[in-house]
């Protein structure tokens, strides 16, 4: 009994099974839009159990979102509200099998040409309910996204001392990002610093790997110095926005991207209690913001969200 389990190929295993649940459902809507609830849920669920009026600052990408407050009443809570109720309700129609908008008018437009045709008794197909194992989703993306997080946090920081050709004898074992001033912790609770750590994970990929783009997009259209930001475009479940579409040979997408990671490294020094402004931090986004844009182009936004969260859960736990 123990050679024929030895024997039978990974594919037929429980967890063989998992995991080809887990690749099929990359190809659903579904998928993007459940880890970006979760993300969204747990982050507003803790900043309201550990807010505190004299809390001001946390760290360099939390100055963000305290400068939205200044401008935006409740800082993020209408957008994660907005979300969570956009993705649970294209969930909930995908989980019982209802269809949505887009596809009741597509339906309408092949049941109009059907009649044309002759063929009056055409009828649309059912839709049929979409229920993947939640716990597999979660339990295979959350291994995939602290792999790839453990790996930026334990190798970047000799990539970057590699760069900027730092003797050996030089470099400080410890240092993970800020080499004179550490803001972890800064007048903030641990619970608040998890919160945190998935606001960034979401909030800061959807802004300058989504809305940063799309600036760059909408700039193509109103200047010819910007003609080569002019790429296309795809949706992207887990935000409710079009992303562009990457493409090896094309230098116009690698083009955006360098702007957009240098805009990023740049941004965290714009405001109070941000980064320390030298060559090691600012190369140390660069390199962070260009292992983001591999991830999400090559493992999906669902692992993207959830590698930056667990990055800045080891950052926490660590530094």
């Not at 339906?107 to 597999?136: I, L, M, Q, S, V």
């Not at 001392?161 to 050996?168: A, I, R, T, Y």
């Not at 360098?258 to 941004?267: G, H, K, R, V």
Request: hydrophobic share 50%; aromatic share 22%; glycine share 6%.
């Amino acid at each position: 009994m123990v050679f024929k389990r030895l024997n039978t190929p990974f594919v037929e295993t429980p967890l063989g099974k998992a995991k080809a649940d887990y690749d099929k459902a990359k190809g659903f809507r579904f998928f993007n839009q459940f880890h970006s609830v979760v993300i969204l849920l747990v982050y507003e669920i803790l900043i309201a159990i550990s807010w505190d009026p004299d809390v001001m600052n946390y760290n360099a990408v939390d100055v963000w979102f305290i400068f939205a407050n200044s401008f935006i009443m409740y800082g993020t809570l209408p957008f994660s509200l907005y979300f969570i109720f956009r993705f649970g309700r294209s969930m909930y129609q995908d989980w019982f099998g209802i269809k949505n908008k887009q596809e009741r008018k597509k339906d309408k437009e092949t049941k109009a040409k059907k009649e044309k045709e002759g063929k009056k008794d055409w009828k649309p197909e059912a839709k049929k309910p979409y229920r993947p194992n939640t716990w597999y989703l979660l339990a295979f993306t959350l291994g995939e996204a602290l792999f790839w997080a453990f790996a930026i946090f334990a190798l970047l920081k000799w990539v970057v001392f590699g760069l900027l050709l730092v003797p050996f004898e030089e470099i400080h074992v410890g240092v993970a990002l800020d080499t004179v001033r550490s803001l972890k912790h800064f007048s903030s609770s641990p619970v608040q610093d998890l919160a945190l750590a998935f606001g960034a994970g979401y909030y800061e990929e959807f802004v300058f790997r989504g809305l940063l783009f799309m600036f760059l997009v909408w700039l193509s259209g109103k200047n010819k110095r910007f003609a080569n930001f002019k790429i296309s475009l795809k949706a992207v479940d887990g935000v409710p926005l079009k992303y562009p579409e990457f493409k090896r040979k094309e230098s116009n997408f690698v083009t955006a991207m360098i702007f957009a990671i240098l805009i990023y490294a740049l941004s965290h020094y714009l405001l109070p209690f941000a980064d320390e402004a030298n060559a090691y931090t600012f190369l140390y986004r660069c390199c962070f913001g260009f292992a983001m844009y591999l991830i999400f182009v090559y493992r999906g936004w669902a692992v993207l969200i959830w590698a930056h969260t667990l990055y800045d859960l080891l950052y926490f736990l660590f530094v």
